[in-house]
């Protein structure tokens, strides 16, 4: 079945950097986009970024811009979300989602399959 | 950024009631709404895109409705595994924003 797998979270000191990824399967990865939303302890959802499905278009959220940047290896069928300069709120479960719409070019849409999160926690 | 603003913040029923949970848009988006299901500890669950339709094995208690900024989104008989927080996003203009989600509790 359809499914994401992410790892890579852990504990890392303020202004310390950490490799999210996420594993896909059961889907022809390449040809779907692949947005990262977080969520704070006891918060809501905050969409982090999406990736295009060929990896040529990234936007993020202005919270994490020229911070946070996603990246894909198609051939791995993986997506990777690098967390540099991390701060205290950036402590969050940390999701990948599926876009929903084949080979859409600026993937905006809403998300139809999402991993179980990885935990990032930012404190020194 | 878009605001999406859910009301109330949390609402308590009992089993076979109806629930109504509201968001409303800080500008139009036309339909580029969708619901959330989130139970603790477990992973956000699309039910509902373009503002009205229902995923694919998504139980037909659920249903959304509005267009442009206010949006609804209505459980017609609350059943036990429907306690969870909801969550509506827009995803009409990026940054893709999500309301602040809406608790319901077993009265």
């Known amino acids: 079945q359809v499914q994401l797998v992410e790892s890579g979270g852990g504990v890392v000191q303020p202004g310390g950097s950490l490799r999210l990824s996420c594993a896909a399967s059961g889907f022809t990865f390449s040809t779907y986009g692949i947005h990262w939303v977080r969520q704070a302890p006891g918060k809501g959802l905050e969409w982090v970024g999406v990736?295009?499905?060929?990896?040529?278009?990234?936007i993020y959220a202005d919270s994490v811009k020229g911070r946070f940047t996603i990246s894909r290896d198609n051939s791995e069928n993986t997506s990777f979300l690098q967390l540099t300069s991390l701060r205290p709120e950036d402590t969050a479960v940390y999701y990948c989602a599926k876009d929903p719409v084949l080979t859409a070019g600026t993937p905006s849409h809403y998300m139809d399959v999402w991993g179980k999160g990885t935990t990032v926690t930012v404190s020194s | 950024a878009i605001r999406m603003t859910q009301s109330p913040s949390s609402v308590s029923a009992s089993i076979g009631e109806r629930v109504a949970i509201t968001c409303r848009a800080s500008?139009?988006?036309?339909?580029?709404v969708a619901w959330y299901q989130q139970k603790p500890g477990k992973t956000p669950k699309l039910l509902i895109h373009?503002?009205?339709t229902l995923r694919s094995g998504v139980p037909s208690r659920f249903s959304g409705s509005g267009s442009g900024a206010d949006f609804t989104l209505t459980i017609s008989s609350l059943q036990s595994e429907d306690f969870a927080t909801y969550y509506c996003q827009q995803y009409y203009a990026f940054p893709q924003t999500f309301g602040q989600g809406t608790k319901v509790n077993i009265e």
């Open positions: 990736i295009s499905f060929d990896g040529v278009n990234k």
């Open positions: 500008e139009d988006i036309r339909s580029y």
């Open positions: 373009t503002a009205s």
